[in-house]
């Protein structure tokens, strides 16, 4: 099913989802609307080509996942069902997924313009621009990470959930 972004205040571009903390908000208050509040998410991202892909858990049933698109014309696809694999080759169960589910208004996303300059700026390249970033938890060995690209090198800034940058990889 697809519906509009743009009724929450104009349509998105792809570098807004990259750069822009304001876009991925409303983005996420769009796509709430759809899933249902209080929403809680396993993987939030953003790249060049898909846009704003985030995998919400099912209110009803905790052990299903959900992926929502917001594509860079504004349009919302979604719900589509997420198959989840465990890690420990057991099955995956309803606490498994709370486990690993957040809130996404814990991740600091107004901060995100601020961390892109902050990123590009210790990469010491001055031709890089974001290319991608990804969220999948908040604690301590979750991944969170801001990709990078230049025409030499691919950083990656490694974040903290209030998206302050806690390293720099080349």
């Known amino acids: 099913m697809h519906e509009a972004f743009s009724e929450c205040g104009g349509s998105p571009s792809v570098g807004d989802f990259l750069t822009d903390g ?3 908000k409303r983005a996420l208050d769009a796509i709430a609307a759809k899933s249902g509040t209080p929403m809680r998410i396993t993987t939030i ?3 060049r080509v898909t846009g704003l892909s985030v995998d919400v858990q099912e209110q009803k049933d905790h052990v299903n996942v959900d992926r929502y698109v917001v594509a860079s014309d504004g349009s919302i696809t979604g719900p589509t069902p997420v198959k989840l694999t465990s890690l420990d080759g057991g099955p995956v169960t309803a606490a498994s997924v709370d486990q690993q589910a957040f809130d996404p ?9 601020t961390t892109v300059k902050e ?6 390249y001055s031709d890089a621009r974001v290319n991608q970033w990804e969220i999948g938890g908040l604690g301590p060995d979750d991944r969170r990470y801001l990709y990078l690209e230049s025409s030499r090198a691919r950083p990656v800034a490694i974040l903290r959930r209030d998206l302050t940058i806690a390293d720099m990889r080349y």
């Open 45 to 47: 991202g953003a790249d």
């Open 119 to 124: 990123a590009i700026a210790k990469s010491r």
């Open 105 to 113: 208004k814990a991740v600091g996303f107004a901060r995100l313009s």
């Open 22 to 24: 304001r876009t991925v």
